[in-house]
């Protein structure tokens, strides 16, 4: 467990540009520097926000590595959703889902209208 | 000279962002109008130099050295940190006030032992104020920073200190200075409940607010306001802070539940400054 360090290395990529660039051309690249468990490397190298949440990265980091991913916001929910369906709550943090995965937002209910696009 | 304006505003991320996905744009339209009005209320301050008593989101303070307190006084800043397609903020560069900075933590530091910082990257939490408020960036801005993200937390009754020094720090320079606080209340952001209001809660702390009830504001323990009004809610100090700044009570200009795509209760409010001590 070192949710701290995973949080760090978003924490980096998210604000340091020259990050981004050596992260955008191998991941690895970044990822030496860190003590990371199989679990939180692989969640990193996958981008797979839905895990990254349910480890229990801080929302505001995982918020802005979506959109530096390019995620859609709708889908960036989603995908936190998914994470806790198949994963388990969120396991650290103060960020956790305190509804049952229902959206609070109306206009993204419909997953295949104008705003999905 | 001293304090000219006071006043607190939301700053989400989707204000700018997901302003094409609301689907009541007649009540965004309003909410922009009184951010609008706002605006035009500090030009008509003269003030000098914005402070902006922000709660930021790991864009510069992490858990390796985590300032309660953190007072700006660099030349120039820059923002946004985050992808400026999905903030739909262009990156920019926005001119500080050293000297001024300097004074005025120089006078904050007699009773509250704040950081200082010459180098800031702003993320949404300065950029979405800022993008209405000063939409040239072009006037002076001083951030700061009370850490609402990484527990521990500060106390609210020092962040209520912490706003005294302020205005202490804002009457003892020559130039005009306008405070804004900016943050959400309840909310639930950057989780699969964005969009969560709690909006009976929101309305209470507002009439603490608005009726300058010392007492009441600072007595939410962060238990309370976790369940209540959610991880987001720790963000209250920034409006405490310019509560204690301004020293009086405020005028809620704006506020609305209608507008969850932007995952807050969007406000506008404008303090009475009373004589400071």
């Not at chain 2, 120089?106 to 104020?129: C, N, S």
């Not at chain 2, 408020?133 to 527990?151: E, M």
Request: hydrophobic letters at 40%; charged letters at 25%; aromatic letters at 10%.
């Amino acid at each position: 467990m070192s949710l701290y360090y995973l949080q760090k290395i978003l924490y980096e990529l998210n604000r340091d540009e020259s990050t981004q660039k050596a992260f955008r051309q191998d991941p690895a690249d970044v990822l030496y520097k860190y003590e990371l468990t199989d679990e939180e490397r692989g969640a990193i190298e996958d981008g797979d926000i839905g895990l990254l949440y349910v480890l229990g990265v801080n929302g505001q980091i995982l918020m802005h590595y979506a959109a530096f991913l390019g995620i859609e916001w709708f889908d960036y929910l989603d995908l936190m959703r998914a994470g806790v369906d198949r994963h388990g709550p969120v396991r650290a943090g103060i960020y956790a889902m305190t509804g049952d995965g229902n959206t609070f937002t109306p206009e993204g209910a419909d997953k295949n209208g104008e705003n999905r696009k | 000279m001293s304090l000219v304006y006071a006043g607190v505003l939301s700053h989400a991320p989707g204000i700018t962002g997901r302003a094409q996905l609301v689907k009541n744009v007649a009540k965004r339209d309003e909410f922009y109008a009184a951010l609008d009005r706002q605006r035009e209320e500090i030009e008509a301050s003269g003030a000098e130099a914005l402070v902006v008593i922000a709660a930021e989101h790991f864009a510069n303070f992490f858990m390796n050295n985590m300032p309660a307190y953190c007072i700006g006084i660099g030349e120039k800043y820059s923002g946004p940190i985050e992808d400026p397609a999905w903030l739909k903020i262009e990156q920019t560069k926005v001119p500080g006030a050293p000297d001024l900075a300097r004074r005025m933590t120089q006078e904050v530091l007699r009773t509250v032992d704040t950081a200082y910082a010459e180098e800031w990257k702003f993320d949404h939490g300065i950029m979405v104020p800022l993008h209405f408020l000063t939409p040239q960036f072009d006037l002076p801005i001083i951030p700061v920073n009370i850490n609402c993200q990484g527990p521990p937390l500060t106390p609210l009754h020092r962040a209520w200190s912490f706003g005294e020094a302020i205005r202490r720090a804002a009457d003892s320079v020559p130039e005009k200075i306008a405070v804004v606080g900016t943050g959400g209340i309840s909310h639930w952001p950057a989780t699969p409940d964005s969009g969560k209001i709690n909006e009976a809660w929101d309305r209470e702390f507002l009439d603490r607010l608005s009726r300058f009830d010392k007492d009441a504001l600072l007595s939410y323990s962060d238990e309370e306001t976790y369940r209540d009004a959610g991880q987001g809610g720790f963000e209250i100090r920034t409006y405490i802070a310019t509560a204690a700044a301004a020293g009086g009570p405020c005028d809620v200009q704006f506020f609305t539940s209608e507008l969850p795509i932007f995952a807050v209760s969007c406000t506008v409010a404008r303090f009475e400054i009373e004589p400071g001590n």
